[in-house]
């Protein structure tokens, strides 16, 4: 599971937060002098007891009201040294921790692109979106305060104890009664929050999920009219993610409870012992008001720790949660030894040979999350695409066309068996190599929030140009580009003007087509157009596929007319290669998946020759 709800006993806090370190090792020095000063002025802080009790001492006792002044004034200026050095504290951290923020987020987003897309397949959007924002942001606050302010409240807490014990021990250990509970408390406190914090974060990033689904696909909810059950559902999860607050809200407010009442029990008991004490002329009275004010300077720093480390455990959390994206493998540049060992000249080299163009050789694939135990989606895949030939992919819906085209650029990695590209293994190219050769459109035209230049552009080398750009749109029969507000500077995608399925698709076409590849796949490109348009794309089309080694997905037999060749993908394996027209005579699959498409003047002929072929299909089973 991707989103371990529950934390694993032998977990450590502390071990989990070290790993912020090669984040936070570049501002070390600001940080560990911004913990400095704050212990500096939590310490003077202290030394006010002291000024009190000299006071007390001293001018009150002996009605001098110049010395009360001067000690007023004392008071004063420590005041304002203590509000200073915080001020400073402040200044010291915010701007190198907004960095330290920045820099996680980059290095997640640039490991999230390079993650293989099996990784994206098993893991919800939002639970990535979660850990880049929420998860990180705790992190800075963690940085910020907790860590700074529990190193300076326990120096604080010890300088105190110290001054308090020096003024007088009996009370002194009075005070330091409540310690051990305390701690024990804190303890079984930290492992009960991680507990709940984990369960909180994961909750969040479902949220967040179901948000962004719920936008991205407004147009089925509004359509269906689900409009108030997908709210239900997400007013249930959140009513979840509230009670799961509550809980952690409850156990704080326990700890906090214990952390204030036990040192309050202990001021108290230690305010009777002392002025029993002063009573019987064993303490002096500035004495006891030096030790009380200390007593009562340190209320803030213990009552705080319960924050803190709740505030710790949650950036514990964070951390671990986004670790787990950072630990995962990103794809590997080259996967072979050997690939890396041949000689560069040796792997371009166009062999005319019998292994030139595209060819599988026995590849096995089953997805990686797939259950295990079933059938693998493609098996004892062998097919020889040769080159400059434009091959024709055909097979029923679900057996595994766009599964095939997407091991050639390597989206996912064969399970067995070798893909080559003029006799090189596609494991043995860099990956910026191999996507140089191998241009891909996919079922889905993704458009991005830009230009309709720059989407399109961005199938080719950053060197192309206008020129290109024309081109590509005149093969893609994507002209309407220039009718466009802006024309080709027009922004489209998600930020911009929404374009129809056909208009998307023939821009995808574009960028597929726009690089020159010697390498085409193309998953169905003409699915949304009319029949005239699809007509002219595909004329456009033949004259560069004359060139290039092309495999093209196809369900209609006017796409499958593009190709020299058609290959039959069927139960997970290639069950027939030949012309259209050997097909069609031999192969009852493939005419009757040709023809669906009753349009054709061709199709009336294999109307009959279909009822034939269908009973065939039917003694074959
Ligand atoms: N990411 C994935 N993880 C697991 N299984 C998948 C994944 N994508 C597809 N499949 C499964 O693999 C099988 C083949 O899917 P594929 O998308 O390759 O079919 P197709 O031939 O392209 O279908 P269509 O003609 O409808 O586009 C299907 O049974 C599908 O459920
Ligand atoms: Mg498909």
Redesign the pocket.
Known sequence: MPTPSEVPEDRSAVRTLLRLWPYVRPVRLRLFTAAFVAAVASCVGLVIPLVLKWLVDGPVADRDPAGVWLGALYLLLLGIAEAVLFGIRRWLVARPLSRVEADMRADLYRHLQRLPVAFH?RWASGQLLSRGTTDLMLVRLFLAFPLTFLLVNGVTILVGVIIMLLQDWTLGLVILGPGIPVMVMCAVFERRYARITRRAQDQVGDLTTVVEESVLGIRIIKGFGRHRSQARAFRELSETLRGTELAKARLLASIWAVIVTLPELAIGAALVLGTVQVADGHLSAGTLVAFLSTALALRWPVDSIGFLLAMSQEAATATERYFEVMDEQPESAVDRPDGRARPAASRHRPTESKDGGLRFHGVRFR?P??PSGSPP?LDRIDLHIRPGETMALV?A???????LTALIPRLYEVTSGRITLDGVDVRAMSREELRSHVAVAF?EPTLFSTTVGDNVLMGAPATAGEQELERALAIAQADFAHALPQGTRTQVGEQGLSLSGGQRQRLALARAVVGSPRFLVLD?PLSALDVHTEAAVEAALRRVLDGTTALVVAHRPSTVLLADRVALLSGGRIAAVGTHQELLHTNAEYAHLMSGDAGDAEDAEYADLMSGDAEDSEEAR
């Open positions: 397949d997805y999350d797939a989606v097979g819906t679900g057996s595994g066309k766009t599964t079922e169905d």
